[in-house]
């Protein structure tokens, strides 16, 4: 293929969130020309249970993609390739015919508890060879939950698909997954990029009931003709693999080095660093991943919560979250708000408790809205602070951090992110579009651009310096929270 018709060339990125799905159409030169997206609703039938069904997500990937083709103008014919992103973990159980027997068991589902201790007991070489101890959000306990709960859904099961890998199926019938989703199933031995027969063997299942493993980069089929003929693409648009949405949202950032990190201020929050080989320290509840290039690994400390408890305390004061931003406390106030431990659906890192619970401490009548809404952002940063110590305890060293999703948009959360983990955080420039541009950049590369040109970090629009004289008030306040936690969770 000529250079020319390379530099013409157009790719999908698509992102299988929770809350919807994002589609970005991306040039070979790097410009964003397009995006849209559609909303999905998450079904909570029971306490600790968080179901979809993968059939919502076709229609919102269809609406996305229609929607997107109406902006891309004459981009939208040089189309050459599309990946897809997802959210981790969940189980989309298939029968022998592919269909799906069951509601899509989510990421943060945590009904599946005690199956964690149930398979570290049954394969005690768990944390071994999954690099990860066994935690609730994991594909695996969801599966023994389901033989134990569901057997007749069990028996019939020929195919767990991850959500990403269900899209992936239908747009191009090719059941294949990558390395960095596989390694979040708790089935995969994650030094050497293989499915384990030991770990599935304690779940009851065989490794042919897994999809094909490839690199995030690597195509794994072409686009159906009926799809194609349905949002008016070419014939003939690759598909690659992709990748798990928080190594996605890496490639999107070039955080792809020894050193980097990012620092995600979503929903959940991840503060996510790529390591040359797999460092494992499970016992800290950190996370360690493949990430989606070959060769690479990644460490993650995962919280649960993190603009979620915004978004959770601006519903309880009906108050929109940036006028709850806008009105906090000066800092000689802020010493005396009370603290806030944000564990509102439970933790990962460092605790992976599903049943640790929220607090505010210290309360007193004196105490006001501001006071309380600074209390609740500021308990989001000390959960990052035991997430960074966590990865710092693992042998990672990030030298400073790349803030990412809707929580980094705000200045004072990011200033009171960098004094409390004594870090510089960096805010890029311009939209941010986490996961699908990353997605988007693994379709180039399947294409066969070159990495560096392909991969390249964001323009940063301003870096927030630890400030001297805030962070030791930062500290004491960080030790507090600390101190709190072993007595509050036994009172849980």
């Not at 970005?24 to 249970?49: K, N, Y």
């Not at 870096?463 to 500290?475: F, G, K, W």
Request: glycine share 8%.
């Amino acid at each position: 293929m000529s250079t020319q018709s390379l530099s013409t060339e157009a790719v999908i990125g698509l992102d299988l969130g929770t809350s919807g799905v994002k589609a970005v159409l991306l040039t070979a030169a790097g410009e964003l020309v397009a995006e849209a997206g559609a909303p999905l609703e998450v079904s909570r039938p029971q306490p600790l249970w968080s179901e979809q069904a993968p059939a919502d997500w076709w229609q919102a990937i269809d609406a996305a993609l229609l929607r997107l083709r109406e902006s891309a103008g004459p981009h939208w014919s040089q189309v050459r390739a599309l990946a897809v992103a997802g959210q981790m973990h969940g189980a989309v159980l298939l029968d022998a015919a592919g269909g799906v027997l069951r509601p899509a068991i989510l990421w943060n589902d945590g009904r599946s508890q005690a199956e964690c201790d149930e398979l570290e007991a049954r394969e005690p070489a768990t944390r071994r060879i999954t690099a990860n101890r066994a935690m609730a959000g994991f594909t695996a306990p969801k599966l023994l939950w389901v033989a134990k709960h569901e057997p007749d859904v069990f028996a019939r099961t020929a195919k767990v698909l991850l959500p990403k890998d269900w899209l992936v199926w239908r747009l191009c019938g090719q059941m294949s997954t990558d390395t960095s989703d596989a390694a979040g199933t708790l089935w995969l031995d994650v030094a050497r990029r293989q499915w384990s027969e030991a770990m599935l063997a304690a779940c009851g299942m065989r490794v042919q009931q897994m999809p094909a493993l490839h690199e995030g980069p690597e195509p794994v089929g072409t686009l159906r003709d009926e799809w194609a003929s349905r949002w008016e693409l070419p014939r003939g648009v690759q598909v690659a693999a992709g990748a798990g949405d928080n190594a996605a949202g890496a490639i999107g950032v070039g955080v792809v080095r020894p050193g980097q990190a990012l620092l995600s201020l979503g929903t959940s929050g991840v503060i996510f660093t790529p390591v040359a080989e797999p460092l494992a320290a499970p016992e800290r509840g950190v996370h360690t991943f493949c990430h989606a290039l070959p060769g690479v690994w990644h460490q993650m400390a995962v919280m649960l919560n993190a603009a979620s408890a915004l978004a959770w305390w601006s519903r309880i004061t009906g108050a929109g979250p940036a006028s709850l931003l806008a009105e906090l406390p000066d800092a000689p106030a802020r010493e005396a708000a009370p603290l806030f431990l944000p564990y509102l659906s439970g933790e990962r890192t460092p605790h992976a408790d599903p049943g640790a619970t929220a607090t505010f401490l210290g309360l007193t009548a004196a105490h006001d809205r501001p006071a309380m809404s600074y209390a609740v952002i500021e308990g989001v940063a000390h959960v990052f602070a035991d997430g960074l110590a966590a990865l710092q305890a693992a042998g990672s060293r990030p030298e400073r951090l790349l803030a990412i999703g809707g929580g980094a948009r705000s200045p004072a959360w990011l200033q009171l992110i960098a004094d409390t983990l004594q870090l510089p955080v960096d805010q890029p420039a311009g939209a941010e579009v986490g996961p699908a541009l990353g997605a988007a950049r693994l379709a180039l590369l399947a294409l066969g651009h070159p990495f560096e040109a392909v991969v390249q970090p964001p323009r940063i629009a301003y870096s927030y310096m630890p400030d001297a004289q805030r962070v030791p008030a930062c500290q004491r306040r960080l030790q507090r929270f600390r101190a709190a936690w072993a007595p509050l969770r036994a009172l849980s």
